[in-house]
């Protein structure tokens, strides 16, 4: 028996050209394609199993990873408050260490000794794959045909033309524009118009989301109940964080909620340009951040912004099975013990907005900040407080004065 390789497949045209391409130009190679069904829907899974057999795997298995990636991934960087250069809420960086860990599992499983992936040099996810091999398979091989000089594949056409000289069925044509990635939390778009950062985001890009402009006027407010910063029911209704995710994608999309166009800074150096669909993750952020206004303290809360940064930067690079990784999670899961209470999100134009918001770790105290509440709080010792506040600008200025030596 020959090497057996893993191959993280997905039954796009890259990879249904990979595995081909693997038994050509290694001797005796056996493909394995290993589908991780993060919620990416029908449209992509449907017949993956046959499509891979048809491009010549010798197996395909398809692992459900939904539940994990919601709960193990997804909730602690949200959590962490983890958000990628202010805006990006590393959807599709998310799903690559749970990805890699299902197909290490599954190669286990299968006997193989080489593990492979579909991405190109010139991306984020080679790193965050092969990061995660290096920390879960380090004995494992790793194969990346895109950086391999045998792979003269660079486009479409040349694709499509290697497909149909070996009679491998497709699904794909040279018309395709946008390239995307998706799963139950996000959709990514990149590619064609897009790569133009002076070109105005096209509207067919769009899937999951409404245009902004042409949403219900109404609006729609939802209810979150959060239970240690999980999200836990949805408008009264108690339900899983993955079914939560998948109601508010609906409701929030058709409220054109969630949207981001932003030109980021990837992790190779270069910059790229990418249109973000994330409508129930946003308005779960939005719910998440009310809860920590009233519960967290001045440093618990400026501690976890900088926590949050920190985390974002770590899943962006793809460093999820590092120990500074799981040291700042241990840390966000314990600061958010306290993250329990119910938030109001108006839905409207593109806009989710947290209008209410109550929890029982809740420190505000509306008798205390009316000009009523003395008995814990006393105008009269602001006074001193202040003055010690700016001791040291006080004793700078008498200096300079000459008042005090």
């Given at each position: ?20 391409w693997l038994r050509e130009n290694i ?249 973000y669909e994330t409508p129930g993750g ?124």
């Amino acid at each position: 028996m020959g090497k057996r390789i893993a191959l993280a497949y997905s039954g796009g045209l890259d990879t249904s050209c990979i595995v081909p391409w693997l038994r050509e130009n290694i001797p005796g190679a056996e493909v394995v394609c290993v589908v991780g069904d993060v919620g990416q829907g029908a449209d992509e899974l449907t017949g993956v199993e046959e499509k891979a057999i048809k491009s010549g795997a010798a197996e395909c298995h398809v692992v459900d990873l939904k539940a994990a990636f919601v709960d193990e991934f997804v909730i602690p960087t949200v959590i962490t408050g983890g958000v990628y250069e202010g805006r990006y809420l590393l959807g599709t960086a998310m799903a690559r260490p749970i990805l890699a860990r299902g197909q290490v599992e599954a190669a286990r499983k299968a006997g193989c000794t080489a593990l492979s992936h579909g991405c190109t040099g010139k991306g984020n996810d080679q790193v965050r794959f092969e990061s995660a091999y290096a920390a879960l398979a380090p004995e494992m091989e790793v194969i990346a045909p895109w950086r391999d000089p045998r792979w003269t594949l660079s486009g479409r056409v040349a694709m499509l033309g290697y497909l149909k000289e070996r009679n491998i069925p497709t699904t794909a044509s040279a018309e395709k524009i946008y390239s995307r990635d998706r799963n139950l939390w996000h959709i990514s778009h990149e590619g064609g118009a897009i790569e133009d950062p002076w070109n105005a985001p096209p509207e067919d890009a769009w899937m999951l989301t409404a245009d902004p402009a042409k949403a219900p006027d109404a609006g729609e407010e939802v209810s979150l109940r959060f239970g240690a910063g999980r999200p836990v029911a949805l408008n009264g209704e108690p339900m899983s964080a993955a079914r939560i995710i998948e109601r508010l994608n609906t409701i929030a999309g058709k409220h054109g909620v969630g949207r981001v166009d932003l030109v980021e800074n990837r992790r190779v150096g270069m910059k790229s340009r990418g249109l973000y669909e994330t409508p129930g993750g946003t308005v779960i952020v939005e719910g998440l951040r009310a809860i920590e206004e009233l519960v967290y303290d001045r440093e618990t809360l400026h501690y976890r912004e900088h926590l949050g940064l920190t985390f974002a930067e770590l899943v962006y690079d793809g460093r999820w099975f590092t120990p500074l990784r799981e040291a700042l999670w241990a840390c966000a899961e314990s600061m958010a013990k306290v993250l329990t209470g119910e938030v109001v999100v108006r839905l409207r134009r593109g806009e989710a907005r947290a209008i209410k918001r109550r929890s029982p770790h809740s420190l505000y105290s509306e008798k205390m900040v009316s000009f009523e509440g003395e008995a814990v709080y006393s105008q009269k010792d602001a006074g001193g407080f202040i003055r010690l506040l700016s001791l040291s600008e006080r004793v700078r200025a008498l200096k300079a004065k000459g008042l005090v030596e």
